[in-house]
Antibody
Framework: QVQLVQSGAEVKKPGASVKVSCEAS????????IHWVRQAPGQGLEWMGW????????HYEQKFEGRVTMTRDTSISAAYMELNRLTSDDTAVYYC??????????????????WGQGTLVTVSS | SSELTQDPALSVALGQTVRITCQGD??????GSWYQQRPGQAPILVIY???NRPSGIPDRFSGSSSGNTASLTITGAQAEDAADYYC???????????FGGGTKLTVL
């Protein structure tokens, strides 16, 4: 069965960096994009970007450009999201999600069919 | 624009039908997907490609799309359907992803 297992909770000081991992199993890792989504306490879902595990190509939400780096290690089917220069506004649960697509319909459909369990990142002095 | 708009909150009586809507220009080119999120849990996919349910999602969940609006309908709402519901799609450029602000559903 498909699983995305994320690394554990982190506590960081302002200005520090955090790197969250997402280990995939149960499918061909290189065949599906991995996206990162975060959720601040009491807030909605915020998309951060994606990585193509096959090529390593990435695309980031403009808000995070210059501060986020998404990488992958195909040898262990893992994706990583590193966020730098943390502030208290970065306190959130960070999720990885696998994206599938359905191109058989009239319009294209992209969707997140599997999610990691989430990683709480707390930024506090 | 690159926004998806949802009603912040809705309520439905137990056993009744509720429709949750999501509006945005990107939905004229991409089908929206719907996610259910219960407190303290990761989101789960409930509808994709307009009206497809992943395995394990009850058939009381259905989807539709018209123009710039995607809809999620729950027919015969159950107590366990109380949750936050989010829509998403690729944005108009096709490169980024956007989420609606979420709808908090209360089952009375």
């Amino acid at each position: 069965q498909v699983q995305l297992v994320q690394s554990g909770a982190e506590v960081k000081k302002p200005g520090a960096s955090v790197k969250v991992s997402c280990e995939a199993s149960g499918y061909t890792f290189s065949a599906y994009y991995i996206h990162w989504v975060r959720q601040a306490p009491g807030q909605g879902l915020e998309w951060m970007g994606w990585i193509n595990p096959n090529s390593g190509g990435t695309h980031y939400e403009q808000k995070f450009e210059g501060r986020v780096t998404m990488t992958r290690d195909t040898s262990i089917s893992a994706a990583y999201m590193e966020l730098n220069r943390l502030t208290s506004d970065d306190t959130a649960v960070y999720y990885c999600a696998r994206e599938d697509e359905d191109s058989s319909t009239l319009y294209a459909s992209y969707y997140f069919d599997y999610w990691g369990q989430g990683t709480l990142v707390t930024v506090s002095s | 624009s690159s926004e998806l708009t949802q009603d912040p909150a809705l309520s439905v009586a137990l056993g009744q039908t509720v429709r949750i809507t999501c509006q945005g220009d990107s939905l004229r080119n991409y089908y929206g997907s719907w996610y259910q999120q219960r407190p303290g849990q990761a989101p789960i996919l409930v509808i994709y490609a307009q009206n497809n349910r992943p395995s394990g999602i009850p058939d009381r969940f259905s989807g539709s799309s018209s123009g710039n609006t995607a809809s999620l309908t729950i027919t015969g709402a159950q107590a366990e359907d109380a949750a936050d519901y989010y829509c998403n799609s690729r944005d108009s450029s096709g490169s980024s992803v956007i989420f609606g602000g979420g709808t908090k559903l209360t089952v009375l």
